[in-house]
């Protein structure tokens, strides 16, 4: 047999890798590489060069399920783990999770393994459509995946991102937050895991989530429980600053790793990361008014900017998507009626009778959320949206909804109007709505059917 | 005493070691990905039972992962076949010999990649992002028609252009 570049043994190692081998196959490799020293060095090489390949195109655990890994984890589900596990890293801090449960150990203290919200997510549910995250804010944003211009709301799969222009957030469907100033460009391949390409990249990373990391060509940038920018201009030298936290900055060559803590900034010349100063010019912290933003479970993400659109079929999306219309507050100068207005678990019947009002002279700030999935898929929708605010009002009649748009929407959205098809007017019929007695957090479980599910609420603002 | 974060952190940083270390040991993918839970398992419970401080994460990791793969090739031996603890053992030195080369190579390789055309990327993405089976129907390839039949020539072309810029990269001493 010769050697890897010969006409016999590269096939045998490729189809080895590719799992079309058969027994006789892995038996005539097994042959070759006893007492075969430089084979063996052959041999390591092309497994060691598919896996880096693997790991930087498609990320090393975004491989679609097969049978031995769903019984592995089936297996892990009846040993006790609650949610789907699909990455190694998954695996481990499952692992972790689990073992301390046992032995009774808070270790994380207040992180939430147990019930943080990337453990509800099945990221896995269809390989192919995987949603690795979404954007949540585009501030003249001028982006692209692929050619599909990407916007608030925008569903982003395995690839790259490309900012041109304007800045962008990202949500990971593992909770990171990322911030991209433009020109940037990212590869997202792996729910814990970042290329940066070129430009800056920031992440919050929620204590819940830990390992996460931002690469850049020879250099890992590992998340120990923090916030912290990476830029990577053109000259290639790549600056990590940690605005918050600690993060390890590992130098895949030479294996340096360096721990940076607050305030801490290194520069990466291309071999080694030596201190740097922080340039405030570089890393913008993405700003924001926490107290507008809600917190969300399950099924719902809060969008930062709201999307161009929410006429049914025209924003679909796997996930129940929340948005702060306007900016503006807005002071009622008459009562305005909403579907319901009391603390209480509700049933929408048919032709629901509205009742309530939110009293005039009071300043409201007002949240749409939306439901429009893709295809004719039934999952069931669950959630919840948690404000810092008294929930005044909730409005889910389309009639009122509709009338109330113009007043209350966003101007940079288009809704539902009494010019568009009534056939295609939301509907919340059958569906299940809770507002809780604090008046602070509205549930749901939402099972679309022919048409969208569209809700709006009416928060108190501060005056 | 070792934390919880401490071995958060080390497990971070070689994880991908310990993965690539067990991937060259077995042919089969699924086992791999099914040891290195297993691994994982045993590294984290070993790790707060040693008696004395664990110098090299990495290396002890590699020794228990190496250790597992044997258990594993013995309890399914009669599966399926896969390499012989001879060869294994040889793998795992060889490994352990190469491994400042091996290194090298993928620093060489992270830069041939960003030199890939997008047509390439594509190509490696659909291979590597997906299952087979849905490799197959988004390349057109004829129904039933497996994986290797519609992409191998393609992707073999890729992996040697990317051998070759590895190859040339680390003779001429420009990662």
Known sequence: MSGPNGSETMPLFEAVHDQIASDEDVAALDDWLRDNPDGQRQYLEFVDMQHEIERQIAGVFSRGPDSR????????????????????????????????????????????????????????????????GIVTASENGLAYSGRRKLESGSALRSGRVDLQSGSMKIRMESGVELFLAGPSQIEMNDPLQVQLVSGTVTAEVPDSVIGFAVKVPGLNVVDLGTSFGVSLPANGQAKVHVFDGV????????????????????????????????????????????????????????????????????????????????????????DLPVSLDAPGHYRVKPRWQNFGAVPRGTLVDSYFIHLDAIGPEKRTREGSITFNRPILGVVFSSSLLKGQNEIFGDPRTAYVTDRTNPKSDPTLENETITLSADRRTIRFSWRIRSRSDQVRVFVAADR | MPTELDFVSEYSRWENEVYRFIL???????????????????????????????????????????????????????????????????????????????????????????????????????????????????????????????????????????????????????L
Not at chain 1, 88 to 99: D, N, P, Q, Y
Not at chain 1, 254 to 276: C, I, N, W, Y
Not at chain 2, 38 to 51: M, R
Not at chain 2, 109 to 123: F, N, S, V
């Open chain 1, 69 to 132: 890994t769903e019984n592995a984890t089936s297996k892990a589900a009846a040993d006790g783990f609650l949610f789907p596990i699909h990455s190694v890293r998954w695996k481990v801090f499952a692992i972790a999770a689990s073992l301390l449960a046992a032995v009774g150990i808070g270790w994380w203290g207040n992180s939430r393994l147990d019930d943080k919200p990337i453990a509800a997510i099945d990221l896995d549910a269809s390989p192919v459509s995987r949603v690795l």
């Open chain 1, 247 to 334: 993060v390890d900055a590992e130098v895949e060559r030479s294996q340096q790793r360096v721990r940076l803590k607050d305030r801490q900034t290194v520069l990466f010349d291309g071999t080694s990361v030596a201190e740097s100063s922080y340039d405030q010019d570089l890393f913008v912290q993405p700003g924001m008014n926490r107290d507008a933003i809600p917190t969300t479970t399950g099924d719902v993400r809060f969008l930062h900017t709201p999307p161009t659109s929410v006429r049914v079929g025209q924003f679909e999306h796997d996930l129940v998507l929340c948005f702060k219309e306007r900016t503006e507050s807005t002071l009622l100068e008459t």
């Open chain 2, 24 to 174: 060259s040991l077995v042919p089969h993918r699924p086992d791999a990905d099914e040891l290195m839970q297993e691994t994982a398992k045993t590294l984290w419970t070993k790790y707060f039972q040693a008696e004395e401080p664990i110098r090299s994460f990495k290396a002890w990791a590699c020794q228990i992962a190496f250790y597992e793969v044997l258990r594993y090739r013995k309890s399914k031996a009669r599966e399926r076949l896969n390499f012989s603890q001879d060869v294994i053992e040889q793998l795992a030195n060889a490994r352990r010999q190469h491994d400042d080369a091996l290194t090298e190579r993928r620093v060489a390789l992270q830069a041939c990649l960003q030199e890939l055309k997008w047509p390439d990327i594509e190509l490696l993405r659909t291979r590597y992002g997906i299952t087979p089976d849905e490799v197959s129907a988004a390349t057109d390839s004829p129904a039933g028609q497996p994986i290797t039949n519609a992409m191998s020539k393609r992707l073999q072309r890729v992996r040697r252009m990317l051998a070759h810029c590895v190859e040339k990269r680390i003779a001429g001493g420009t």
